[in-house]
């Protein structure tokens, strides 16, 4: 069974920066690709960015574009997300997602594509 757990989120101001990390245990951390998705109070999930077995592809919603940096450690078997220039509406609870791929070029860039979540990290950006 897989498992995924994060860390890092908490309070920031707007302007500031948080940076998110997920560890994965129970199988192989390369033969995954990984993301990261968001759900903010009354609102559906969103897929937030996502990273190729590899890590060198990645792929980011137009919301974050510029702002947040998705990373993988496969030594460590860990993701992370670094979120700089935060907003307000950046105010959610942050999980991170695990999805099969044979390809290690693949991203996956729709919630629905990952298999496993983590129980998520809340971030709250305050104004």
């Known amino acids: 069974q897989v498992q995924l757990v994060e860390a890092g989120g908490g309070l920031a101001q707007a302007g500031g920066s948080l940076r998110l990390s997920c560890a994965i245990a129970?199988?192989?951390?390369?033969?995954?690709?990984m993301g990261w998705s968001r759900q903010a109070p009354g609102k559906e999930r969103e897929f937030v960015a996502g990273i190729s077995r590899s890590g060198g592809i990645t792929n980011y919603a137009d919301s974050v574009k510029g702002r947040f940096t998705i990373s993988r450690d496969n030594a460590k078997d860990t993701v992370y997300l670094q979120m700089n220039s935060l907003k307000p509406e950046d105010t959610a609870v942050y999980c991170c997602?695990?999805?099969?791929?044979?390809?290690?070029?693949?991203?996956?860039?729709?919630?629905?594509?990952?298999?496993?979540w983590g129980q998520g990290a809340p971030v709250t950006v305050s104004s």
């Open positions: 997602g695990a999805g099969l791929q044979f390809a290690s070029s693949a991203v996956i860039t729709t919630t629905g594509g990952y298999t496993y």
């Open positions: 129970g199988r192989p951390f390369s033969s995954y690709a």
